[in-house]
């Protein structure tokens, strides 16, 4: 794939890191990350306050990429963790030199840390808008989500959140059919009859454009309130070593216990991809990201223009006949849906916990 810009990256300094070595202090470098591309900085011996000043360029494949911050401590054994942070690239600050806190392994509390980078981002935003529609750049390296009690009850939580969502739409509906709200009601009854006798297929975009102004609305008056994110929850690693524990069971049993576990895991990473397909559809409508967000704006009022203006029919037609001669225009061509393109780039609730900055105050909390 070809860069739609380029970021310029400016490691400055660290302070505050924790002590790595018995004297009280560390030797600790930066490794910068997007994606499968990776940069090291050199690094500082014998300090916890290091000075680097280095500028690194990274090309830029995604706008919707996050760059990832660690702090290690080089050791002639095996490096040891300091500190990380994620960063969207949409949130960069162009030009403007900037503290970041440094979080734990899991992105969920801040330990003792902070980076100053200046981070300078350069895209073609056309580009990076057709970009979205594309399969997203899989990671070479990425590790298997294994089975966690405490991931297993957040899922579940999770997707009866979306549940309860759904039931709860279920039920103003019927509110309106039963008049419990007599003014909402008679809206509700004269739109239905007027949509019923003047349907066009237009009216679909223009009713979901008409969903993404109401959330505007409301989240221009409540702010990132809008989307809370509630408490977070401790992250127990005590299933970890299940597979680890030594005994005198028989090789039965422990095949028992793999295939249960085995099944544990499944269901815990199905439920996972469920409640995250229903959080980034609903974080598309919350204006979680505006930029995405006024992306599909963009493209629904032009959807809208288009079926109002072309018969249906020739539209299908076109679609199908797009559909039909791919394979034959293209043959390397690799089948996608540019709708779930557009949604892997819309972060679920637990991607947006991670990207949430910790301040101080909120990691005594939590401690």
Known sequence: KADIGYLILKIIRAKELPAADFGGSSDPFVLAEIRNRRLQTPTVYKTVNPEWGKIYQFGIKDIHDVIKISVYDEDKAKKEFLGKCLIPLLEIESGTRKWYNLKDRKYRDK???HIEMEMTLVYNPVRAALRTFKPREEYMMEEEVKFKRQLLVRNLKR???LARAIVSFGGSVKDLFEWKRKSRSAIAFLIYIFVCLNFDWFFLPVMLLITFGYHYIKYSLMGSAYFDLGEEEDD???DDDTEDKKGKESKSLKAKLQALYDVCQTVQNVLGKVASFGERVKNTFNWTV???????VIVLSIVTVIFYIIPMRYIFLAWGIKKFTRKIIKPNHIPNNELMDFLSRVP????LLLLRDINDDESKKKR
């Open 236 to 238: 127990d690693d005590d």
């Open 348 to 351: 679920s609730d637990e991607e």
């Open 111 to 113: 330990p003792k840390g």
């Open 159 to 161: 997707v009866g959140g």
């Open 290 to 296: 505006p930029w995405l967000t006024m992306l599909m």
